[in-house]
């Protein structure tokens, strides 16, 4: 069994494919760290401190040039669902948002290796949950980040 293949990801536990694919992300932000007009942070996990620290509106903060935003990943099994429930920060993410600031969901649908980015502006209240076959499916975390046109 190859690392990352869909044989690899089906025998992981759901919380061990949450942190695998934040890893991947974390890789990427670490690789575009190195120039100068990019900087992020890693949020603290409110679960991994067990309730000692408070949930965060996402996953991770950025800023690249002169925009800013949250970055928030998922993990699903599904082809192109992602529940309501499944993105409990919604509402502050949205608030973020009205307030100005880029926030991103990132969805990593492991089994079919494709990754999916969409602005919270473009998700609704309201809905069991979200349909992304409309927005743009890449092979990578790098690829799906770079077509909302907020890095490098």
Not at 25 to 54: I, Y
Not at 99 to 117: N, P, R
Request: aromatic content about 14%.
């Amino acid at each position: 069994m190859k690392k990352y293949d869909p044989t690899w990801w089906a025998s992981l536990p759901p919380e061990r494919v949450g942190k695998e694919t934040e890893n991947l992300v974390e890789a990427v932000f670490k690789e575009w760290h190195k120039e100068q007009h990019f900087a992020w942070h890693r949020l603290p996990d409110t679960k991994a401190s067990r309730g000692m620290v408070k949930a965060q509106p996402a996953d991770f903060l950025w800023r690249s040039d002169r925009v800013s935003g949250f970055l928030e990943v998922k993990a699903l099994k599904h082809p192109y669902r992602l529940p309501t429930a499944r993105l409990t920060q919604f509402p502050i993410l949205k608030k973020w948002t009205m307030a100005g600031s880029k926030d991103i969901v990132l969805v990593h649908h492991y089994m079919q290796g494709l990754w999916t980015a969409c602005f919270v502006q473009e998700l609704d209240f309201g809905v069991p949950s979200w349909d992304l076959r409309d927005f743009p499916s890449c092979q990578t975390a790098e690829r799906a980040l770079m077509g909302t046109g907020m890095f490098l």
